[in-house]
């Protein structure tokens, strides 16, 4: 049986844990919530209350954290890395700029031989819960190999797409530049509709099944339409995502004007105050902007 270190117990974090302990993994997780804990107790793994003790003993240790400040300071900071021991993988799952984690890569070699692996995911809380989500991995063909059954206990597409830490990273970065145009996309052509009064559930009926369709259209297209939807996944998050995708494309002199629009109308609807709702309430920067009522 293979030991997981689980570290972020979140919303995407525990049902890929307990994934793992359907699985017959053996899962050891850390969070700073107590209530998180004490959940994956029920579920049938183990807590620790530091990172060091964490990391002993481990195959893998998951990363499963909010942004790359949290996954450099786990790794550097915590005491985490000297408690390593040297057949153990570091899986690396957030949404990170990939020039950072290229170079976290190499902070860590200068410090310790450690085998790593760059392999963001995608397909939210309803993929992690399923256990459908896409793996984009990337890093030492042989490392990819070895943690392959742990990545098929979280996901059902797992592709390996690089031996070169940040290319994990990169692909997600392109995921998150179609998934946020693709809503704000959807949320712009609901606020063309809605200022003329067609009713936006026929226009959901419709576009769903036409040429226009999307998967984006499909998922967030129905929260758009209620009051208080279900929050998946934050407004702050595709501002954040929507960041990094900008960055990128500064960094390499490549021009998203596209992306850059989207980031605007979730940055917008974030400074309305709904940055802790569901993504799908881009549509208010929308309503706000061509002062439609939502009503």
Not at 48 to 68: C, K, R, S, W, Y
Not at 190 to 214: C, G, P, Q, T
Not at 222 to 239: H, N
Request: glycine share 8%; proline share 3%.
């Amino acid at each position: 049986m293979k030991k997981i270190g689980f570290i972020g117990l979140g919303s995407m974090g525990m049902p890929m844990a307990h994934n793992l302990l359907k699985h017959g993994f053996e899962v050891t997780g850390f969070d700073l919530s107590v209530e998180k804990k004490e959940l994956l107790r029920q579920y049938g793994g183990r807590s620790v209350e530091t990172l060091p003790e964490l990391a002993v003993g481990q195959d893998h240790i998951i990363l499963m954290v909010v942004n790359f400040e949290q996954v450099e300071d786990i790794i550097l900071n915590s005491g985490l890395l000297e408690s390593i021991e040297d057949h153990t993988t570091i899986i690396m799952m957030a949404t990170c700029p990939s020039d950072q984690i290229a170079d976290l890569s190499k902070e860590l070699a200068s410090r310790k031989a450690i085998k790593l692996l760059d392999a963001p995911v995608s397909g939210g809380v309803a993929g992690a819960i399923a256990g459908t989500l896409t793996v984009m991995a990337a890093g030492d063909e042989s490392v990819f190999e070895e943690a392959k059954p742990v990545l098929e206990a979280m996901g059902s597409r797992i592709y390996h797409v690089g031996p070169d830490i940040g290319q994990g990273s990169m692909t997600k970065t392109v995921n998150q530049l179609l998934c946020g145009v693709h809503i704000a996309a959807t949320a712009e052509a609901f606020a063309l509709a809605s200022k003329v009064n067609i009713d936006l559930s026929i226009i959901l009926d419709i576009m769903s099944e036409s040429s226009a369709s999307s998967w984006m259209l499909k998922d967030r297209g129905p929260r758009m339409l209620k009051e208080q939807p279900e929050i998946t996944s934050a407004v702050d998050i595709f501002v954040k995502d929507l960041g990094i995708v900008l960055n990128t494309g500064n960094n390499i002199r490549t021009a998203l004007p596209i992306a850059a629009c989207a980031h605007q109308m979730f940055l917008a609807a974030s400074g309305l105050g709904y940055a802790k709702e569901d993504d799908s309430q881009v549509i208010r920067s929308y309503y706000a902007m061509n002062n439609i009522s939502d009503t």
